[in-house]
């Protein structure tokens, strides 16, 4: 029956149901949650309800912003240049077979170095006044799926374009920029996607090991530290909020950047 | 009249993981300035690989190619030649202008001279409405004809077109011929013209240059008419009724079947 349904909406009532479906999903969790703390009495230590993160919200609303400005601008930062980094280095991999040997093992100790292990390290290598470890970090864990999506789509230019360009003579740079390029924009952008929350959770999670305070992830640990939890809740959902909106903005550039490849090249 | 291509002797052998194919053997052959010289022969003969070899996609075994009596690779980076490839070849993110406009685009034609070209040359194809179309919005058969604008954008000396209306209905194919016979002969273009119909190859060809497999090698030169200009005058619709022609469609037919009994026609062909 649901299904039945389901294939009979046109386009309009599937967008309208694409986004009340899960705002209906929040509000009957919320719900349950809030019913499960004030009526059946589940300790406030145990699980604050969300009228009191709410309240918490409202009330340290600056710190809030100003801690989602932090973290978030450490992961911008650690996003743009682990995935200019990323290109390059796939650029370089994808011409020079040698280099391609030489960064596999490199990327691949990269991809499975947890970003704990790390974190405690650059923050002391660095200072406790500097925020380059948390960058650093970001940058990381950014430049892995750049990296590998990127190089990927380096790799698929199809025999036929290559002997076109071969045809017109062209220079080896008009085939990079008229075929190279283009063919591997979807895959690079995937990769700039799947990058930009581990963008946020590296930064984020990096706070936790020291340094200068003041971002998110400093403020979870400080207000659980402190037994604020309804506060330290409050704070999760800005990163929430603050992951939700990096992963949104990349997928737009996505979309808007691909509108016209074929369905195929557009998910690779 | 000068020599558009000339081949003397040329062998191709392809070295694989199975040991090595040998795609061509002693292949000979001459296409005159302004000729139209079509490749026929069943499936894997190596038409592709000897218009590639002209192309200097690929470079022979032995033997030389030379086109406008320089070296294969010379006249490839002087742009001696347009090509059409067996499948279309579009960039899909480019439109159907922008795929015409690549050659010219390429070798810094500017952009006002390119736009005017490019609407001349959809024109020509019958593409006019679809310039901003993208080609996965295309027909296959239309992404064929985006293929043969352009080749042609930069009106060359040569062209080499390997199968190129392979993927056409029967009505456009005809048309297509015809444009193809007026473009040759306006423009004074030799053509390079893989085909598996025998039918067009009698239609549009000065000559046809019967293949054979295992190895590739030449079976027979067919010639079409007594002259050049004579045949071009005379390759209208009507001839395609006339006795001449189905004369001459039995000459490539028994061409293509010496050496094969008969009964049994070569794979790949159709007597379209
Ligand atoms: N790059 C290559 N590597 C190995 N073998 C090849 C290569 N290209 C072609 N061949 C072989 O050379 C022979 C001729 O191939 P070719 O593509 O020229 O045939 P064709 O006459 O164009 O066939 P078709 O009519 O099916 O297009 C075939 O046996 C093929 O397997
Ligand atoms: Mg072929």
Known sequence: MAIATATRMGPKTETTFRIVAPVAVGVIVLGVWQFLVTVVGVSDYLLPSPASIIEEFIQFWESILSASILTGSNALIGLIVGSLVGIALAALAARWRAVDQMSAPVVASLAVIPIVALAPVLNSMYGADSQFGRQAIAALASFVPVFINTLRGFRQTTLVHRDLMKAYAASSGQVLRTLTLPTARPFMLTGIRIASSLAVISALVAEYFGGPRGGLGGLISTSAASSAYARAWAYVVASIALGLLFYLVTLGLERMLQRHAPQAQRRP | ?272
């Not at chain 2, 194919?21 to 296409?31: E, K, M, N």
């Not at chain 2, 077109?161 to 273009?189: H, N, W």
């Not at chain 2, 039918?199 to 046809?208: G, I, N, Q, T």
């Open chain 2, 1 to 272: 009249m000068s020599t558009a291509v000339e081949i003397i002797g040329v062998d191709k052998t392809f070295d694989t993981r199975s040991g090595a194919v040998q795609a061509l053997t002693g292949i000979d052959l001459t296409v005159e300035a302004g000729e139209f010289v079509s490749l026929i022969g069943p499936s894997g003969c190596g038409k592709s690989t000897l218009m590639r070899l002209i192309a200097d996609l690929d470079e022979p075994t032995a033997g030389t190619v030379e086109v406008f009596g320089k070296g294969a690779r010379q006249a490839r980076l002087d742009q001696e030649y347009g090509i059409a490839f067996q499948s279309a070849g579009l960039l899909p993110w480019r439109t159907v202008a922008a795929n015409v406009a690549l050659p010219l685009e390429l070798h810094g034609v500017a952009s006002a001279a390119r736009s005017t070209r490019v609407a001349e040359l959809l024109d020509m194809v019958g593409l006019a409405d679809f310039a901003d179309r993208y080609p996965d919005q295309l027909s296959g058969g239309m992404q064929q004809r985006v293929a043969i604008a352009r080749a042609l954008a930069e009106q060359p000396r040569l062209l080499l077109m390997d199968e190129p209306f392979g993927a056409l209905d029967e009505m456009t194919r005809e048309k297509m011929q015809s444009d193809l016979v007026r473009i040759s002969a306006e423009t004074g273009a030799a053509v390079v013209f893989v085909t598996h119909s025998i039918p067009e190859a009698v239609f549009l060809s000065d000559r046809v240059v019967v293949m054979s497999p295992r190895p590739g090698r030449i079976q027979e030169i067919v010639p079409m008419r007594l002259g050049a200009d004579a045949a071009r005058a005379a390759r209208t619709e009507e001839l395609r009724e006339e006795r001449a022609f189905f004369d001459m469609v039995t000459a490539v037919r028994e061409a293509l079947h010496q050496g094969a009994p008969v009964g049994t026609a070569p794979r790949g062909l159709e007597n379209r």
